[in-house]
């Protein structure tokens, strides 16, 4: 092919399958068409592959060598990278659930944003790590997350398409995960790297698969898809729009092969040629066997000698399809790949299912219809994991790189969005490391209602990347030096009564004809407390709306005396003094002078005198602190200012505001025992 008509940018994949290495080369025309330059399929000379495991390297390597060198001819240009896919004979999966209760955190105002769910998806990650590390203790091999699937995301425990600009107090997330050992990886890279190649992006061969023969519009459908290769048959389940499972069993058209190799005592080539000559129209199949005799056979026989292993093989993909929907059948199933096209598969599957056999279907032209081939290649199933492998390129570029964390050197799944989060994953380093966290929060009630004050917030992990200070979803790249110090808890939540709003309203009684304003009592249990007192965890605080007489007498630095009347009614010193109630009395002298203990008490001092005295004594609050004013025999406001700082000069506001008892006033404006006084600039 001349190299001229076809574009610079060009797509190079290779299915490396254990029968066979296929090699892919085209590009996007446009969002929904490929187009194929090129193409070239090379049988191993040798069993170098296995059940879709590399046993061979330098054989397998050789194999793919002859596939780049006759793909080079062909465009007239060198190929130097390739994309690759694993098969998932050894893939390992992990669902878990991962969930952050934002109310516990304090952050359930707070719309929910990318960052909050990518922290949500690394705390799924991180538990699916502690899963497999904990089902491969007893294992020399190491496993590394390849990739991971959100199959549902939830918001208050309802299921949710998107996070993103939500509020809620609980987010959650399903994710599926999926993990290769180290050995597999490694050797595929080595076979490539010995023919000359670098690995430009990895994916999964139920993953390339699935990207071509399921088109996203069909994942709403509960679907199954089946790769039946050589050693392999790897299987995808769809639902409610997103990949819900993927695993394998070990059996496919090998299998199959060697029922052939037994029956008509040939070599392994000899029986595969048999079996591929079986699905056309021939009417007699000619071979030699291995002591050099002619013999024939026919489509129909070969039929009938495989379909004791085409039925077992069947069984345990029909099996492992309804282990992974949940013990039931899906709705219909595409199967692909060369070992699909075996005499009766399809059939004996949708048997297995109880389907019918048209819901059981190989998937060849009919998924290939985006494709454009420029070469003389015919729309068959075997090509739809080495298309689906090209296609993934554009879906993530990724790789295998390096980082060092903390002195520890990491290998990571490159998947292009690599951040500082996916590296401290891969350590191990923790979730709660990572993010601040806030202070034990504090828990209490009033009059019975919850009230929650949240804890202050720690400091973030202290992150340097290649010794800049940077944050952690701060892109990474290969050989990036990460140091991470553990972030920190924040002080616990404190509050005093004084702090409460509740703290500040008043109650109004009238005595002896004049106005009292108190302060509510505030308990906490069977104690009265006082602004000072610091609110335990759970504790159950009330605000009382009346006084007891004896309450209201204390407070007024007074003693009860017999013949006093609550709403014109004799009373008790238990009385009950509710708002606006009255109370009514006598006195023959003056009261003593108040108990500096119960001024501690309150932390207002009132005073009520029925006969002043020349000079005279009286105690007001003002902005809620208590004063003494001495040496007049009556007082107005401005007097206020001789004990009580207030800078009226230099201006804080649009205007300063004087109410005496919650009334506007003048600095003329005259005041007496008890009164409450604010003074504050306006705004």
Known sequence: ?????????????????????????????????????????????????????????????????????????????????????????????????????????????????????????????????????????????????????????????????????????????????????????????????????????????????????????????????????????????????????????????????????????????????????????????????????????????????????????????????????????????????????????TKMLAEQLGLPKERVALRGEEVLGAVTFLTDTKKDPLLVTPIGICLNYYEQKNNFIFVQVNRERVKLYDNSRLMVLDAAVAIGFPNDGLFPKRGTPLEFYINGTKRLVRGEEGEPAKITLNGRTVGINTPIEANDVIEITPSTAGAPAALTVGQLAEYRSQIEFTVNGKQILCPKFIRAGENLVSEYYDIKNQDQLEIQNYYTLSQLLEFMDMTYKDGMLVNHVPAGPAEKIYEKFSVDYEFESAPAEPDEKTHEKFNVDYEFESAPAEPRTIRVTVNSTPVTLKGKSSYIFVDILDVYHFDVKTAKGSRVVIKVNGAPAEFSTPIDMGDYIQLYWEE
């Open 1 to 345: 092919m001349d190299g001229r008509n076809i574009p610079d940018q060009l797509v190079f994949g290779l299915d490396i399958g254990t029968r066979s290495v296929v090699g892919t080369v085209g590009y996007k025309q446009n969002a929904d068409q490929f187009v194929v330059v090129a193409q070239s399929v090379r049988y191993h000379d040798t069993r170098a592959m296995l059940d879709g495991q590399i046993h061979d390297i330098q054989k397998v390597s050789e194999t793919i060598a002859d596939v780049r060198r006759e793909l080079e001819r062909s465009l007239g240009r060198k190929l130097d990278r390739v994309c690759i896919a694993a098969a998932g004979r050894v893939l390992k999966t992990v669902t878990v659930r991962a969930e952050q209760n934002l109310e516990e955190e304090g952050y359930t105002d707070e719309v929910i944003n990318a960052e909050a769910i990518h922290s949500l998806e690394m705390i799924g990650i991180e538990k699916a790590y502690e899963v497999i590390r904990g089902e491969t203790k007893n294992e020399t091999v190491e496993y590394y997350c390849v990739g991971y699937t959100v199959v549902h995301y939830y918001l208050n425990d309802f299921m949710i398409t998107n996070l993103e600009g939500h509020k809620g107090n609980r987010i959650a997330a399903e994710i599926l995960a999926t993990f290769l050992p180290q050995e597999v990886i490694d050797g595929l890279y080595a076979a490539v790297g010995k023919a000359g190649l670098e690995v430009d992006n990895l994916t999964l061969e139920p993953i390339a698969a699935i990207n071509v023969a399921i088109p996203e519009k069909f994942r709403l459908l509960n679907i199954a898809l089946v790769d039946v290769g050589a050693g392999t048959s790897d299987i995808c389940i769809t639902k409610e729009g997103t990949i819900v499972a993927y695993g394998m069993i070990p059996a496919a058209g090998d299998a199959v092969t060697d029922v052939l190799v037994q029956k008509h005592l040939v070599d392994f080539a000899t029986a595969e040629e048999i079996k591929l000559a079986a699905s056309t129209k021939k009417k007699v199949i000619n071979y030699k066997d291995i002591m050099g005799l002619q013999g024939k056979t026919t489509p129909a026989q070969v039929i009938a000698e495989t379909n004791d292993k085409v039925a077992e093989i069947t069984k345990m993909v029909s099996d492992r399809i309804m282990e992974l929907n949940g013990g039931k059948a899906v709705s219909a199933v595409f199967v692909v790949g060369g070992g699909g096209k075996i005499p009766s598969f």
